[in-house]
C-alpha cells in the first residue's frame, strides 16, 4: 500500500463497510477548477482510486464481489487512516427572500455551508443586497470565504439544483420545475393554498416543506419555534409598555424606529436590555408588572415565550403557564385569558378545536388583557383559536387593533409569520445547525426517510387540488 493504515483488524473492518467505488460517478459534471481544489484530476484520481483497491484487497481479499458497497457513495480513498469521499457533486442553490420585507434569516449559515461543500456538495449562493429589505443577516463575503460560490438574485429559476429557501415564494403562477425546500404555508387550508401549490404539479416540480420535515418519532427535524416564542413574547411586552403611556390611535410603531432603522435587533443583549427598561416604564404606570399567559408553555415557542419574560424581568409568579394539561378536559374560552395583561399563543393546531377567546368573553369592563400575541399566526386558517382577527401584521406595523367594539382598554393582536427575524442571525444559526444532518441526505433524496416522506405528504396534498 502507498500509505500506512493505522488501527487494528476491527476498525480496518468497520470503517470499509460504507465504502464503494463507482467510477461512473467521478467528477461528472465538476469544472476543471473543482477537480483541480479537490485533488482529483488526472493522476490524482488514478492513485487514489489504487489506494482504496489495495485497501479493500487488504481486507476483503481479491474478488471485488466479496468487497462491501453504499448504495449512494462514489469515490473514497484512504489517507493517514482515515476515508475521504470524493465529491458527489450534488448541486444546491440558496436563493434570496426576495419580496418578504425585513425578513433576515436563512435557512444556510457559513457554517452549515461549509459542512456541506466539505461533504462533497456544490453550493451556490444568490447575492444580497445589502440595501434591500430583506437582505440575509450573513454577508456574502461569509458564503464566498467557504467555498461557495455566488450567483445573482433570483438566479434559481435556472439553477439545475435543489433550491433551497426559507419562506414562501412571491406570488406567482408560472409552473415550477425544481426540487423547493422551504417553508410554503399551504398545507394547512391558509387562504390561497391552492395556487401555491398547484405550481408545482403543473409545472413537475416538488415541494418539500421545510414545516413538515420529522424524524422517526414524528418531530420535527428543525424550527424556529424557540426563537418565534421568544421573539413574539418581547413584541407583546413592548406593545404592552407602549399601549399604558400613549393612546389607542397611536400605535406601537415599527420595529426599526427601536433598532436605529435596521428592523432588528443585531443580538438578545441589545433586545432584552430594551425590554427591561419597557417593563419598568409599564409597571410605573399601573404599579405592577405585567401578568402574562402563554398556551403551549412547554413547546419550543412556549419555552422561548417563558426564557423572553424571565429575562425582561418578570417575575414567575406573574407568569401563567398553560399546556395540555389544563386544557385538555377544559375547553376554551377562557376567563384567565382575559385576566392577564398579555396573552401568548404558542401552541401548533392541525385540527379544529374551541376557540381560546371570543367577543363575548373579550366584552367585559374588568377585562385587564390588553396584548395578543397569536405566534402560531394562522388567521385565515379554519383551526385558529383566536376567531378576533383575520389579518397579518408585520415588523413595519406590529400591531393591529381588534376592531369590534368591546368593553375595556384598547385590545390589540401581533400577528408576525416571520417572528425570529427579530433576531435573524441567532435564530439562522439554531435552525440551520438542527436542520443539517438533513440537508447533508439531500444527495439521497429519493431514498433518505425524511426526504421521502416529505415527498409523500406533498403528493398527498397535491391530490386536494381542485379538478
Not at 426540487?179 to 393554498?193: L, P
Not at 400613549?246 to 433586545?271: C, I, K, M, S, W
Request: aromatic share 8%; net charge negative.
Amino acid at each position: 500500500m502507498e500509505e500506512d493504515v493505522t488501527g487494528d483488524t476491527k476498525e480496518r473492518e468497520g470503517a470499509t463497510k460504507a465504502i464503494s467505488i463507482s467510477e461512473d460517478n467521478q467528477g461528472v459534471g465538476q469544472d476543471a477548477e473543482l477537480r483541480k481544489r479537490r485533488g482529483e484530476s488526472g493522476s490524482g484520481r488514478k492513485r487514489q482510486k489504487k489506494i482504496v483497491s489495495s485497501f479493500l484487497t487488504f481486507s476483503y481479499g481479491m474478488n471485488p464481489r466479496l468487497w462491501p458497497a453504499g448504495p449512494s457513495l462514489t469515490f473514497k480513498t484512504l489517507t493517514r487512516g482515515r476515508y475521504i469521499m470524493a465529491p458527489h457533486n450534488t448541486l444546491l442553490h440558496l436563493r434570496t427572500e426576495s419580496g418578504k420585507p425585513l425578513e433576515h434569516r436563512s435557512p444556510l449559515t457559513p457554517s452549515t455551508a461549509k459542512a456541506l461543500i466539505d461533504d462533497g456538495y456544490v453550493l451556490e449562493v444568490e447575492k444580497s443586497d445589502t440595501g434591500s429589505s430583506y437582505h440575509r443577516i450573513f454577508s456574502d463575503d461569509e458564503f464566498e470565504k467557504v467555498g461557495a460560490k455566488l450567483v445573482p438574485e433570483t438566479s434559481w429559476t435556472d439553477s439545475k439544483g435543489t433550491i433551497i429557501g426559507l419562506k414562501e415564494l412571491p406570488e406567482e403562477d408560472w409552473p415550477i420545475e425544481h426540487r423547493m425546500v422551504h417553508f410554503a404555508h399551504c398545507y394547512k387550508g391558509q387562504s390561497g393554498w391552492e395556487k401555491v401549490l398547484s405550481r408545482f404539479p403543473r409545472g413537475g416540480g416538488t415541494l418539500y416543506d421545510l414545516e413538515f420535515l420529522q424524524d422517526e418519532a414524528g418531530r420535527r427535524v428543525a424550527a424556529f419555534g424557540y426563537h418565534a416564542g421568544f421573539a413574539g413574547a418581547a413584541l407583546a411586552i413592548k406593545a404592552w409598555s407602549w399601549q399604558l403611556t400613549h393612546t389607542a390611535n397611536e400605535p406601537l410603531p415599527g420595529v426599526a424606529q427601536f433598532t436605529e432603522g435596521r428592523g432588528y435587533y443585531r443580538n438578545e443583549d441589545e433586545l432584552i436590555a430594551q425590554l427591561r427598561e419597557d417593563v419598568e416604564i409599564g409597571a410605573k404606570v399601573i404599579g405592577r408588572k405585567p401578568r402574562s399567559m402563554i398556551m403551549g408553555a412547554l413547546g419550543r415557542c412556549g419555552r422561548g415565550a417563558c426564557d423572553l419574560l424571565a429575562k425582561a424581568g418578570i417575575p414567575e409568579e406573574n407568569l401563567v403557564k398553560w399546556d395540555i394539561d389544563e386544557t385538555r378536559d377544559n375547553p376554551g374560552p377562557y376567563q384567565e385569558i382575559v385576566e392577564s395583561d398579555v396573552f401568548i399563543n404558542a401552541i401548533y393546531l392541525m385540527h379544529k378545536i374551541p376557540p381560546f377567546v371570543d367577543f363575548v368573553t373579550l366584552d367585559a369592563p374588568a377585562r385587564k388583557l390588553s396584548v395578543i400575541c397569536d405566534v402560531s399566526c394562522d388567521p385565515n386558517s379554519a383551526n385558529n383559536p383566536l376567531p378576533i382577527y383575520t389579518e397579518y401584521t408585520t415588523f413595519t406595523n406590529p400591531t393591529t387593533p381588534v376592531k369590534q367594539n368591546i368593553a375595556g382598554p384598547p385590545l390589540t393582536v401581533i400577528s408576525i409569520d416571520h417572528l425570529p427575524s427579530l433576531l435573524p442571525r441567532e435564530a439562522s444559526e439554531a435552525f440551520s445547525s438542527a436542520l443539517l444532518p438533513s440537508l447533508l441526505q439531500l444527495k439521497d433524496i429519493t431514498t433518505a426517510r425524511v426526504w421521502t416522506d416529505a415527498e409523500k405528504l406533498f403528493q398527498e396534498k397535491c391530490a386536494t387540488l381542485p379538478k
